[in-house]
């Protein structure tokens, strides 16, 4: 069972700890034994550091005892996936190759927070380094969706959404450089956004796609979400391509959902064969809420979406390939083999790498190479702008786009592990959004009536329009609550 404040959302754990009504040290505590009870079964984690986390929350208690005022995550238990460099907390990658390895310095997201008042709770499993769309790539056992323990939780940040879900962590932090915080957050049935691309700061997060890579927030609650959101945004002249801009007002939108005059536009592209039925009929039923609530909404075709994919498995794994030449086995984590350097770095990556990681090495040395450089990773380059047009032509006509955030909910563990194009298909709807650097986002618009698994709605604004995202998905949760609410797992599930 899980206790009060396990159920608490991350804005009233911050103001009962503000306020005094129990203390983060409480607060921590009723999570770490939710996580002992529960963990066991859904495999979130990878690393609870119970003392540390402890530490951190009697840290926030003294200063309050001081009479100082607590920031915005007062005593509010964060799971962060493990990309994230956390000093005194390993940071594996969910990666063999990166197995015990203790950073030296911490990410600019998990110091934010941190200075916010935030409890660092554990770090969550991943698909090794965040390639894959189900956990069942890291190189530490899958994670599995709290609604179904059958089921994959998504991946790649599928650790981070099922310790939200399952009410291990009250918010957590994933990255987003295919789907990985949109699509895990859709089939856990919970909020997750992937941030206008340069709003938050990649500087100590493992780089798998470097001019893709976003880090971004879950949580159960759209408020809770945003919170997250404005705390970890922000300039950082650490990382080369953080935007020197305000952070949008996502916090105040969340407070005042309202599509009221909005001009929504469905992408037309995204639909049809491969959807599951009852994905697309919480959608047309989220279309037809939205329209009571005031939006126009409308059809607007993009033709360039359907080449998102293929452009996309060409340019992820070429800034993988060449990112990923940093673990040689001399600088971080596992070292194998004796001889030359050259062999030592062989046998360090033969036995370090998982097969994927290896294949999108593969891929992406292929498409740099010289000779099919202009064929394949040019082209895809190309695509890429094309892509940027078509948003920027169809938020000429709309404030915002939708879709469904993948075709299908929740599936079985086992089921697309040998069929890479399967798994790869999860990320249709989101890719493009990485592709031209924009803001999205996964609201819970309720559970497939052929099997009772999550479905979520996809948001898509421009960039820096993070903002308009809250908005909508404030209206369409504050329209859900009645129907549906959010169902305690431990009651509805046996969690
Ligand atoms: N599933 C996609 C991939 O495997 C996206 C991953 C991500 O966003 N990190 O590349």
């Given at each position: 069972m899980a206790s009060e404040l396990t159920r608490k959302t991350a804005t009233e754990l911050a103001a009962a700890v503000s306020g005094g009504e129990v203390s983060a040290a409480e607060v921590t505590q009723a999570h770490l034994d939710r996580i002992a009870e529960v963990d066991g079964r859904v495999k979130a984690f990878l690393h609870v550091s119970a003392d540390n986390a402890l530490a951190a929350a009697r840290a926030v208690d003294d200063k309050r005892a001081r009479g100082e005022e607590l920031g915005p995550l007062a005593g509010v238990p964060v799971a962060v996936k493990d990309l994230f460099a956390t000093v005194g907390m390993p940071t594996t990658c969910g990666s063999k190759i990166l197995q015990g390895w203790v950073p030296p310095y911490e990410s600019t997201v998990t110091a934010r927070l941190r200075q916010a008042d935030g409890v660092i709770i554990g770090k969550t499993n991943m698909d090794e380094f965040a390639m894959g769309s189900s956990t069942e790539n890291s190189g530490y056992g899958p994670s599995r969706n709290p609604w179904d323990l059958a089921k994959v939780p998504g991946g790649s940040s599928g650790g981070s959404a099922a310790a939200v879900a399952a009410h291990l962590a009250a918010l957590s932090l994933g990255t987003d450089t295919g789907g990985s915080i949109r699509q895990p957050a859709a089939v856990c049935g919970v909020v997750g956004t992937k941030p206008t691309y340069g709003g938050s700061s990649r500087y100590g997060v493992v780089a798998f796609a470097s001019s893709l890579d976003t880090p971004?927030?879950?949580?159960?609650?759209?408020?809770?979400?945003?919170?997250?959101?404005?705390?970890?945004?922000?300039?950082?002249?650490?990382?080369?391509?953080?935007?020197?801009?305000?952070?949008?007002?996502?916090?105040?939108?969340?407070?005042?959902?309202?599509?009221?005059?909005?001009?929504?536009?469905?992408?037309?592209?995204?639909?049809?064969?491969?959807?599951?039925?009852?994905?697309?009929?919480?959608?047309?039923?989220?279309?037809?809420?939205?329209?009571?609530?005031?939006?126009?909404?409308?059809?607007?075709?993009?033709?360039?979406?359907?080449?998102?994919?293929?452009?996309?498995?060409?340019?992820?794994?070429?800034?993988?390939?060449?990112?990923?030449?940093?673990?040689?086995?001399?600088?971080?984590?596992?070292?194998?083999?004796?001889?030359?350097?050259?062999?030592?770095?062989?046998?360090?990556?033969?036995?370090?790498?998982?097969?994927?990681?290896?294949?999108?090495?593969?891929?992406?040395?292929?498409?740099?190479?010289?000779?099919?450089?202009?064929?394949?990773?040019?082209?895809?380059?190309?695509?890429?702008?094309?892509?940027?047009?078509?948003?920027?032509?169809?938020?000429?006509?709309?404030?915002?786009?939708?879709?469904?955030?993948t075709p299908t909910t929740a599936f079985d563990i086992g089921e697309r592990a040998d069929d890479p194009m399967a798994m790869y298909l999860a990320d249709l709807c989101t890719i493009p959004s990485n592709l031209a650097g924009n803001a999205a986002l996964s609201v819970p618009i309720g559970l497939a009536p052929e099997n009772g698994l999550p479905v979520g709605l996809h948001v898509m604004a421009p960039p820096l329009a993070d903002d308009r995202l809250y908005r909508v998905a404030a209206a369409v949760e504050a329209a859900y609550q009645s129907r549906w609410g959010h169902p305690l797992l431990d009651e509805a599930k046996g969690l």
């Open positions: 971004g927030p879950f949580g159960r609650t759209v408020l809770d979400t945003a919170l997250l959101h404005q705390v970890m945004s922000g300039h950082d002249p650490m990382d080369a391509t953080s935007i020197d801009a305000p952070v949008p007002p996502v916090v105040e939108a969340a407070r005042h959902g309202d599509v009221a005059g909005m001009r929504i536009g469905i992408v037309s592209e995204f639909a049809g064969d491969g959807y599951q039925p009852g994905v697309m009929s919480r959608f047309a039923e989220a279309v037809e809420l939205l329209e009571a609530l005031g939006a126009k909404v409308t059809e607007v075709s993009c033709p360039h979406f359907t080449y998102a994919l293929p452009a996309y498995y060409l340019i992820a794994p070429s800034e993988a390939s060449s990112n990923l030449a940093r673990f040689d086995g001399m600088r971080y984590g596992l070292r194998s083999g004796s001889g030359s350097a050259e062999e030592v770095m062989a046998v360090t990556r033969a036995a370090g790498f998982g097969p994927e990681v290896k294949r999108r090495i593969m891929l992406g040395a292929y498409a740099l190479s010289s000779g099919y450089y202009d064929a394949y990773y040019g082209k895809a380059q190309q695509v890429r702008t094309l892509i940027i047009r078509d948003f920027e032509a169809a938020f000429e006509q709309v404030d915002v786009l939708i879709s469904p955030p």
